[in-house]
Every structure is written in C-alpha cells, then in structure tokens.
C-alpha cells in the first residue's frame, strides 16, 4: 500500500517534533480517539549502519528486539506512545547488544523528554498521589521514574569539598525501627541513607564518600550515641566529633518534662492542679503573648519544674561562650549548680553531658550542628504520611534522595528535539 503525500508530511512532523533523524524516521501517526491516544511507530532504515552501544564500533545487524513501547509528552489532550522494534548488533568485543534510540535512555519505558517532565512535576507535587494524577501514571510507573531520577543524580554527583558531615537517625515503620542518614552540612544536602542505627549504619555512611574525600571531613555532628562515635572513629579518625546542640536541648528538655509530670501527679494527689495543661509552656522557645504573663506567675512558685527549666535555659549560654576554655569553665559552674540540686532528672542529664564534654567542647572549633538534618524532618514526615509508612526501606531512601539530595536529575535531551 502507498503512503500517501499527506501521511509523508504527519510523519515528517511528528520526526520533526521527536527529533529523529536518519537512520530512524516516523512510519506512522495513529490517532485513537476512543482510547485517546497516539501511538507513533518509528522504524530503522535498514541500509543504515549500526553502532555497538558499549564501544561504538560499526558491525553487522543481527536482528531486531522485540516490539516496545515508551509514553512521551502528551499531543494536545492525546497521550503519546512511541512503538519500535531497536535492532540489535553482533559486536566481536561485546556480543549481541541493542542499539541505544535517541529518543529514550537505555532500559526506560520513557522518552528522554516525558522523564524530564515527570521529575519536574513530581518535585513539584505535594504528594505522590497528585504526581500520578498529573502524569496519568500508576504508583510503579512513577516510582520507576525516581528511581531512575535518583540513579542518574548520583552517577553525576561530586562530593568534593565536603568538610562538615551531619549523622543522623529518623524512624522509619512502626517499632523501634529506624534509618540514619548523613547529610552535608554546608551545602545543605542529604548524602546517604542506610537501615538501623548502629555502628554498622555509621560506618555505611562514612562509606558513601570515596576514601580521599573522607580523609579530608573536617568534623562530623551527631548525637551522643556510642554507634555513630565508633562509626567516625573507624572510618574518619582525623574528624573531629561534634555533639549536636538539638539534641542537647532534647536532654534537657525531656529532663524537664519528666520532671514536670512527677511534680503533677504528687500535687494532684494533694488536689493541687497548679501544672495541669501547661506541658507546652515549659517546653516551648518562644511562647505566645497570651500566655506570658501566665507563665511568668509560674515562675514565681516554688516548683520543682520551674528550677528544671531554669537549668535548661542557662545552658543555651554554653553555646555563647568565645571560646572552649571559656565554654569549659562555664559548663563546670553549670553542673556544680545542677548536682546540688534536687532535681535527679536533671542531674542524670549533667552526669551525660559531663561524660561527653570533649565533644561538645569540639563546637568551639568547629561551630556546626545537625539543623540541616533537622530541617528535613518535616519533608521526610511528610513522605512517610503520603505514602502511609513505607514498607520498602529501598523506596523510602530513594524519596528521601529524590526530595533531599540536591540531585542533577533530569535526562540530557537532544538540542534539536523539541515538543
């Protein structure tokens, strides 16, 4: 059957439009209105050399793969599916291999094209479930699209310069189940994530960087736990060891509340409900002008609570200090007032710090916390209430990266294909 003149001009377009050119070519446009779609076949002129896609050496065509399909950016309301049959090639050095299209990337479902948009759309999205509503594409679909997206940023990314690293845990399921993750300080980026919480997790991410960029980190933040100090010694024995200020503050701030919750159940007992509903108050930075004045009363009574948080508030001045000398010297003043005290919560808080004061002395030196791990909280909480907790501990590294890796994700596309 002839092509007509008209079909020869559609096809030429549609060439036009995907940015093919010899030796492939448009066959044919059709246009499904009931399924609405159009589906593109693309062909190989078989006078046409072919490449090995490993070496690029010219060599005999062997034969065609199978018939595949990739959805491209849709045509009007239309969406658009390419169809061909990728010839394969004999190559001496390498076997039989199928050539690569110039359309789409080597094991992908999708043109070059439609996964730039996809990235785009889906880091755009507030939820997976909107990103799959806008693609017209079911979960796996889109799933496949930021594991490819995630894939090809690491493949591109340097992690040279890197002198401050933040270690960090996130829960992750339901249960004790938890994900570290590292995070480089300065340039405001997740790095690595990896299951569990111990030595092994610590040691994992230390390895995400390459040797000579590990031996040049400078410091590392992190919690007091004994997992991530052994991890940074094993693997990074010329960083030094910076204790998290948050998590300082979540000591004493927890000191605080257990104290609080003591001191309320002996008082209601005695039918007294002085600190009943006011758990926030002692446990918020800055409190609402509403609640000052009642608050500054609380303060006036002698309760156990209101020394706790008198502690807790001194020691935001440890941070202050100019330098580690100074920062020592305050800290001693600090924990003499503390174990005089009667406040065993509080205490016990002291006694830690005290344990680990080298390392938080090592913030005069090299002032950096983990906020930037703390900032993604709110990203990473939401990735797990969209997708109702994962079960998969490899796709939820895979969104964390995708949304907090400051990844280069998108394909490069052909200068001359245009849509």
């Known amino acids: 059957m002839k092509t007509t003149k008209n079909e020869e001009t559609v096809a030429a377009h549609y060439g036009r439009l995907l940015g093919i050119g010899a030796p492939w070519k448009v066959v044919s446009a059709e246009l499904d209105l009931l399924r609405g779609q159009v589906v593109i076949e693309v062909g190989w002129d078989e006078s046409g050399p072919v490449s090995c896609p490993e070496c690029g050496q010219a060599c005999a065509r062997h034969d065609h793969a199978p018939e595949r399909e990739w959805r491209h950016l849709n045509v009007m309301q239309f969406l658009t599916i390419i169809r061909a049959r990728v010839p394969r090639c004999a190559c001496p050095a390498h076997g039989v291999k199928t050539v690569r299209t110039p359309w789409a990337e080597p094991g992908s479902h999708f043109t070059l094209h439609f996964e730039a948009f996809a990235v785009q759309v889906i880091a755009a999205c507030r939820s997976l479930t909107q990103a799959t509503e806008l693609l017209e594409l079911g979960w796996d679909g889109v799933q496949r699209v930021v594991d490819r997206a995630v894939e090809r940023g690491l493949a591109r990314r340097s992690t040279e310069g890197i002198l401050y690293l933040g270690l960090d845990e996130k829960s992750f399921g339901r249960g004790q189940r938890y994900v570290s993750l590292a995070t480089d300080i300065k340039g405001a980026r997740v790095l690595e994530v990896v299951p569990g919480n111990d030595q092994a997790a610590g040691e994992a991410l230390w390895q995400a960087l390459p040797a000579g960029q590990r031996a040049r980190v400078e410091a590392a933040a992190m919690d007091m736990s004994a997992g991530f100090v052994a991890a940074t010694r094993a693997q990074a024995p010329q960083a030094a060891i910076v204790h998290d200020k948050f998590h300082v503050a979540k000591l004493l ?113 090299h002032p950096i916390t983990n906020a930037i791990s703390e900032g993604f909280n709110s990203r990473i909480q939401a990735l797990k209430a969209d997708a109702r907790g994962f079960r998969s501990f490899t796709n939820y590294r895979t969104r964390i990266l995708f949304h907090c890796g400051k990844l280069k994700m998108l394909p490069h596309l052909q200068p001359s294909s245009t849509h």
Request: overall charge positive; aromatic content about 12%; cysteine-free.
């Open 253 to 365: 701030n927890d000191a605080v509340d257990q104290t609080r919750r003591a001191e309320h159940q002996q008082l209601q007992a005695e039918g007294d409900d002085t600190l009943k509903h006011t758990r926030y108050l002692w446990l918020q930075g800055q409190l609402p002008a509403a609640r000052q004045a009642g608050f500054a009363e609380l303060l006036e009574i002698n309760l156990k609570t209101a020394r706790a948080w008198a502690y807790k508030e001194q020691f935001t001045e440890f941070w202050g200090q100019p330098d580690a000398a100074q920062g020592a010297a305050f800290f001693a003043h600090w924990q003499r007032s503390v174990m005089r005290s009667r406040l065993s919560k509080v205490k016990a808080v002291a006694k830690t710090l005290h344990r680990h004061l080298t390392n938080l002395l090592t913030y005069f030196m």
